[in-house]
């Protein structure tokens, strides 16, 4: 009773998770969608779109353009647009989002976001551009909701990815728990500490280490 949304298809584009062609998604597509309707207030959505690399489809516009052009497939069905990111730039990681908002007219949920590639400025890097991405992220209209990958990343040759590592928060996992909302109802009087977390405007580049 506490579901509010479901998620499509992960990566269909990608040869080692979901690895569909927009063709063979759109076949069991419909049963998704009634799936969803037959439950009330729950929404759908979109497949979570990355840049892949099965053939024809590895554009995710390329893909998802397919799959709504299919007979029966509709985008009214979904209330936003998943995708993944593991750019190393927070500018183009945004601009990637909002293209999908401008295609389709609906928000985008960034699922999964992270400087992942050949990315060498270990926890400090990860930790600047985590805080560029955030802020980005809450100042961002066209962005409904969005997830860092991984959660617990201790185990592999990209410790810093994690936010989570031997039952405790790393400090880029400090970081992202205890980020700005950027809630414009929260006023604090002058001369009182602002909690990280209420901190809602700033004029210059800044750097937040979580405590």
Avoid at 10 to 17: C, G, I, T, V, Y
Avoid at 30 to 49: D, H, T
């Amino acid at each position: 009773p506490q579901v509010t949304h479901v998620l499509g298809y992960n990566e269909p584009n990608l040869s080692d998770q979901c690895n569909m062609q927009p063709a063979t998604a759109a076949q069991s597509w419909p049963s998704v969608v009634n799936f969803v309707k037959g439950r009330s207030g729950v929404k759908l959505i979109s497949p979570a779109m990355c840049h892949g690399n099965i053939p024809t489809y590895g554009d995710p516009f390329k893909w998802l353009d397919a799959f709504w052009a299919i007979d029966g497939i509709n985008l009214s069905d979904v209330s936003a647009i998943a995708c993944h990111s593991y750019m190393e730039a927070a500018g183009a990681t945004i601009n990637f989002g909002n293209e999908f908002t401008t295609k389709y007219n609906k928000k985008y949920w960034l699922t999964e976001f992270c400087a992942w590639g050949d990315f060498n400025g270990g926890y400090d890097g990860q930790q600047k551009f985590m805080n560029e991405m955030l802020y980005k992220l809450e100042k961002d209209d066209n962005c409904e909701r969005y997830a860092w990958f991984k959660f617990d990343d201790g185990i592999t040759s990209k410790p810093w990815n994690g936010c989570y590592f031997k039952r405790a928060l790393t400090e880029i996992g400090k970081l992202y728990m205890y980020y700005s909302t950027f809630d414009q109802s929260v006023v604090y009087p002058s001369n009182k500490w602002i909690p990280a977390e209420h901190f809602r405007n700033a004029n210059e580049k800044i750097k937040c280490y979580a405590t």
